[in-house]
T-cell receptor, first 110, second 116 residues
C-alpha cells in the first residue's frame, strides 16, 4: 500500500492561488469519492480541510477547494494568506476497509 | 464538542509492546463512527494504523496487521492500541481520530520513542 504522490513543496505570493496534486491509482483515488485533505502546522495535529473530494467542514475558509479527475485529486488554495503556510496531506479510502495518506506537501507563502 | 486525548508511555524498549489509550469525550464511542489510530514518524508523513467500530469490528493497515490490536472499552468510552515487536522504525507521534470516511477530529498526538 504505497503512499499517494504529492509534490514536496509548492509556493505562492499572498493573494495568488496554489494547487496541490495527489496522485493515486484506480484502487484508491480513482475508485472512490472518499478523498480528504489535512492541514498540519509544525508540532500540531492535522486538521481536516476537505472531505469527500470537495466538501468543506464548517469553519474552513471557502478559499480552500477540492476536486478530482481520474486518479488525481487536487486541493486549491485561492487568495493565499500567510497563515496558509503549513504541510498538507491528502488521504483516500483504498478499498478493503483501508486508508492511505499522501506523502505531504509543504506550502510556502513568499 | 468531540475531543480525543491519548495516553500511554512515551518510551518503549526494542522488541517491547506499545500500549496507548484514547479517551473520547463529547460523544459516545458507541455512536455510528469508526475510531482510528494514525502515526507520523519524525519528519515524515502520516500512516493509518487501523480502526475499530462499536461492535468491535477492526480493520488494519496490511503492513502492520500482524503486530497490531485495537480494542475498545464502552464502559470507559475509550479505545486502545497495542503494537508488538517494536523497533526504532516505530518511533513516531501517535494520534487517535474519529473516522467517518475522513479523520476528524484528531487528538493532540503523543511521541513514542523506541529505545533501550
Amino acid at each position: 500500500q504505497s503512499a499517494l504522490t504529492q509534490p514536496r513543496s509548492v509556493s505562492g505570493s499572498p493573494g495568488q492561488s496554489v494547487t496541490i496534486s495527489c496522485t493515486g491509482s484506480t484502487t484508491n483515488v480513482g475508485a472512490y469519492r472518499f478523498v480528504s485533505w489535512y492541514q498540519q502546522y509544525p508540532d500540531k495535529a492535522p486538521k481536516l480541510m476537505i472531505y469527500d473530494v470537495s466538501q468543506r467542514p464548517s469553519g474552513v475558509p471557502d478559499r480552500f477547494s477540492g476536486s478530482k479527475s481520474d486518479n488525481t485529486a487536487s486541493l486549491t488554495i485561492s487568495g493565499l494568506q500567510a497563515e496558509d503556510e503549513a504541510d498538507y496531506y491528502c488521504c483516500s479510502y483504498a478499498g478493503n476497509f483501508t486508508y492511505v495518506f499522501g506523502s505531504g506537501t509543504k506550502v510556502s507563502v513568499l | 464538542q468531540v475531543q480525543l486525548q491519548e495516553s500511554g508511555p512515551g518510551l518503549v524498549k526494542p522488541s517491547g509492546t506499545l500500549s496507548l489509550t484514547c479517551t473520547v469525550s463529547g460523544v459516545s464511542i458507541t455512536s455510528n463512527s469508526w475510531w482510528s489510530w494514525v502515526r507520523q514518524s519524525p519528519g515524515k508523513g502520516l500512516e493509518w494504523i487501523g480502526e475499530i467500530y462499536k461492535t468491535g469490528t477492526t480493520n488494519y493497515n496490511p503492513s502492520l496487521k500482524s503486530r497490531v490490536t485495537i480494542s475498545l472499552d464502552k464502559s470507559r468510552n475509550v479505545f486502545s492500541l497495542r503494537l508488538r515487536s517494536m523497533t526504532a522504525a516505530d518511533t513516531a507521534v501517535y494520534y487517535c481520530a474519529k473516522t467517518v470516511s475522513r479523520f476528524d477530529p484528531w487528538s493532540q498526538g503523543t511521541l513514542v520513542t523506541v529505545s533501550s
